[in-house]
């Protein structure tokens, strides 16, 4: 309740902030197209795309660069799909908090996939995935601001029943329990990890799933938890640091490891 207050306060103070924040801060959302399930399935399939005119979608804010943990990026949800946005934006909770209605106006940008999750940005130049939206004109017209704040009940799945089609989602991971950990030196054990890097987790039933956190993350020198807790995140597939593929979960912030009841 605490943090819904504060994002409600949050986004009665940028709506009144200076000219610079309004330059890009465009009210009232537009009439959705098409869900971001069928923008995956129908329009991008398996390979990247510049979008049709006329590609709208409307949704919720899931991510937060709050606590650095997510950079230049705008992760969306719908109900049906999620998206990340990429956009040359510092502080974008400011602008767009976690549980704001949007709406993205998406004809004419390029949309490709990294880690499993749908990214729609500029043309990358020289690596996987795209690149960000730097002008501030194809900002203010690709987002659009709603009146309503929710946070969004991220999806409680088990990791044998996790999906591709399921990255970019806010999923929650419930019981699982440190088991390794990239940040480790030699000598040091699991009472010493921090979250900077990989850290993978099990359930009882060995199901394996990760968490990446970058180095910039305002918790990455926190100590894991070493009981029995539940994960929230945005979902991804990828490596764990130099070994085989997984799912994974970006957590936006230290809370977002919670201790089982």
């Known amino acids: 309740m605490l943090r819904l ?11 009144c902030s200076g000219a610079a924040d309004n330059n890009i801060i465009m009210e009232g959302v537009e009439t959705p197209t098409i869900t971001i399930g069928d923008l995956r399935q129908d329009v991008v399939g398996s ?32 109900g049906s799909g999620a998206l990340m946005l990429c956009v040359a934006l510092s502080h974008i909770d400011s602008y767009y908090p976690e549980g704001l209605d949007v709406s993205l106006r998406l004809d004419g940008l390029e949309a490709n996939y990294y880690r499993g999750v749908l990214q729609v940005g500029t043309v990358a130049l020289g690596y996987t995935g795209v690149g960000d939206i730097e002008s501030r004109q194809v900002i203010e017209r690709t987002i659009r601001r709603g009146e309503s704040v929710e946070l969004l009940v991220p999806q409680r799945v088990a990791i044998r029943e996790l999906e591709l089609r399921q990255c970019g989602r806010l999923v929650r991971i419930e019981d699982v329990a440190v088991v390794a950990s990239t940040t480790l030196a030699e000598g040091q054990t699991l009472a010493d990890a921090t979250w ?66």
């Open 47 to 78: 390979a990247g795309v510049t979008l049709p005119e006329g590609c709208i979608v409307r949704g919720r804010v899931t991510s937060s660069d709050r606590d650095d943990n997510f950079y230049n990026q705008l992760v969306v949800e719908d």
């Open 5 to 15: 207050v504060a994002i409600v306060t949050l986004i009665l103070f940028v709506g």
């Open 196 to 261: 900077q890097g990989y850290a993978l987790f099990k359930n009882e039933a060995g199901d394996s799933i990760a968490v990446r956190t970058s180095k910039y993350a305002t918790f990455a020198t926190e100590r894991i938890p070493l009981e029995r807790v539940s994960l929230t995140g945005i979902l991804e597939w990828g490596s764990y640091g130099d070994g085989p593929e997984c799912y994974h979960l970006i957590m936006r912030y230290n809370d977002d490891c919670a201790p089982m009841p």
